[in-house]
């Protein structure tokens, strides 16, 4: 499975962006999707996860209400719509792919894009 991750950017507290990650390799809709983001001085953190043949989808509390992670099986491509965004949501954010239905957890994702740098300000 390779992952791509684009459409970062500086943006001021209160506006939106979209992230994509576009994903190939013949076996990755068998995978959950996940967001993870990274700010300097911390730890990787749990944002979202997404699946390829379902509708649902996780949040992490900081997120929750805010974000929103969808997939398209026709571009193989997922999706984070980020509105309302605030100056701690700066990050790298990441893309993943997990062989687990589900997991909040860095350790259980195999695969992962190269990040994208997401800067607000306020």
């Known amino acids: 499975v390779q992952l791509q991750a684009s459409g970062g950017g500086l943006v001021q507290a209160g506006d939106s962006l979209r992230l994509s990650c576009a994903a190939s390799g013949r076996t990755f809709r068998r995978y959950g999707m996940g967001w993870f983001r990274q700010a300097p001085g911390k730890e990787r953190e749990f944002v979202a996860a997404?699946?390829?043949?379902?509708?649902?989808?996780y949040y992490a509390d900081s997120v929750k209400g805010r974000f929103t992670c969808s997939t398209s099986i026709d571009k193989n491509t997922v999706y984070l719509q980020m509105n309302s965004l605030e100056p701690e949501d700066t990050a790298v954010y990441y893309c993943a792919a997990t062989v687990s239905s589900f997991s909040t957890a860095t350790r259980d994702y195999s695969y992962w894009g190269q990040g994208t740098q997401v800067t607000v300000s306020s």
């Open positions: 997404c699946y390829w043949s379902s509708a649902g989808a």
